[in-house]
Nanobody
């Protein structure tokens, strides 16, 4: 079982940037797809971005496309989410997730599919 710990959240003004990190332990994530999700108060958890195991395919929610970038450093067993041009509607708890099986792709029709391991989340607050 992999353990995921997110960090890098905080308070930022609209238009600013943050970089979230997700450090994994317990097993290597180099063979697994990884994703970022978020949940705002009173709303359901939603998909943000995902990256396949090799890092050569990335998939984004329309709401963040062009502003957020997901990346991975398998040597550090870490996944990142660079968030630029932040908006107040990006305010949420951001969660990192790992696929349960290796070498699978990303289900673009339902990106939540396959992600079975979750971190505890990190709060991102964007002020207007």
């Amino acid at each position: 079982q992999v353990q995921l710990v997110e960090s890098g959240g905080g308070l930022v003004q609209a238009g600013g940037s943050l970089r979230l990190s997700c450090a994994a332990s317990g097993r290597t994530i180099s063979r697994y797809a990884m994703g970022w999700f978020r949940q705002a108060p009173g709303k359901e958890r939603e998909f943000v971005a995902a990256i396949n195991w090799s890092g050569n395919y990335r998939y984004y929610a329309d709401s963040v496309k062009g502003r957020f970038t997901i990346s991975r450093d398998n040597a550090k067993n870490t996944v990142y989410l660079q968030m630029n041009s932040l908006k107040p509607e990006d305010t949420a708890v951001y969660y990192c997730a790992a696929d349960e099986k290796p070498y699978r792709g990303i289900d673009t029709t339902n990106p939540t599919t396959y992600f079975g391991s979750w971190g505890q989340g990190t709060q991102v607050t964007v002020s207007s």
